[in-house]
């Protein structure tokens, strides 16, 4: 499960047009530099389709899948290209599709990347593309600029922009009137574990804004503990199929979400499975906000109001 998550202020990131395997990953994750790991790893996606290079499904779930956020960039074009308004809602809505296509989520950061546009075109052209681009995206992404080098636009044209609230930009003195920049590059082209990346930091915003990226959601972050092994009473006796089958469960049956416990009483909640409901009647016991055991388990329970689920 893929979520948007708020990127922590101050974290180091990194951004690489290189398709990260699991190896790459394990080695990026026990990298540090500034005595920090990685926390996020920003990808590229397609100005038409996604290229080979480009990221993928698979590896979305790999980076995340190794306890990283991850952001996506729409690539640039080479130097001297032209932006046009045209251009920008073609552009903007090859970045939501090849977005969606690797199953980015709705909600995180999007980036235009902004650079090397040909001298001479005029700022409101620069303007339309942007505006066109952002237009494209903005109902189901939020929309980030990257500001590099002949951007055209100066700050107070960037920050007029009405569909970005988000704004990044290379190592060179870039502004943005009132808002600044949620994620800066500190150093372009470096190695980092065999890999090359441009290192970076993210921050909170003169405005209050942070990057919004996608990461691994909460049922994807539970480490399952270990349950506890019933000690019946001599006088209790539990069907042994039933009580295997107790901790044979998905996890969806046996364990709650997080944030909720189960408290059990009378067991006859319709929602549990039969084999459920038939082992903690004979087992009687009380899962406690740890998942451990609570005081005095196994216990009886005498009557009470059934099995809920307490946030």
Request: charged letters at 20%.
């Amino acid at each position: 499960m893929l979520v948007p998550a708020t990127a922590p202020d101050g974290a180091n990131v990194i951004d690489t047009d290189t398709k990260l395997t699991d190896a790459m990953l394990d080695a990026i994750c026990a990298a540090t530099w500034e005595d920090r790991h990685v926390a996020a790893i920003g990808r590229y996606v397609g100005l038409q389709q996604n290229g080979a290079g480009d990221i993928d499904h698979d590896e979305l779930e790999r980076i995340v899948g190794h306890g990283l956020g991850c952001w996506l960039i729409q690539h640039v074009r080479y130097p001297g290209w032209a932006p046009t308004q045209q251009l920008g809602v073609a552009d903007g809505q090859a970045a939501r599709r090849n977005a969606e296509l690797v199953g980015y989520p709705h909600g995180c950061n999007l980036v235009l990347d902004l650079e090397g546009v040909r001298p001479g075109t005029p700022d409101e052209q620069v303007a339309d593309y942007c505006d066109a681009w952002a237009n494209a995206v903005i109902d189901a992404f939020g929309s980030t600029l990257y500001v590099g080098y002949a951007a055209v636009l100066g700050p107070s044209q960037l920050y007029a922009r009405p569909n970005f609230h988000s704004y990044a930009r290379d190592i060179g003195p870039r502004s943005v009137t009132n808002r600044g920049f949620q994620w800066v590059q500190t150093a372009e082209d470096i190695v980092l574990e065999g890999v090359k990346v441009d290192l970076g930091r993210v921050m909170q915003d003169a405005l209050g804004g942070n990057l919004v990226w996608c990461a691994a959601g909460p049922a994807d972050r539970i480490t399952e503990p270990e349950l506890p092994t019933a000690q019946l009473p001599q006088d209790r006796q539990v069907d042994d199929l039933a009580q295997r089958r107790l901790f044979d469960l998905p996890q969806a049956h046996r364990m709650p979400q997080r944030g909720q416990v189960w408290t059990c009483g009378a067991y006859s909640d319709p929602s549990l499975p039969k084999v459920l409901a038939t082992a903690l009647r004979a087992v009687n016991f009380c899962v406690g906000p740890s998942f451990g055991r609570s005081p005095g388990w196994p216990r009886k329970s005498g009557r009470s109001s059934g099995c809920t689920r307490s946030q």
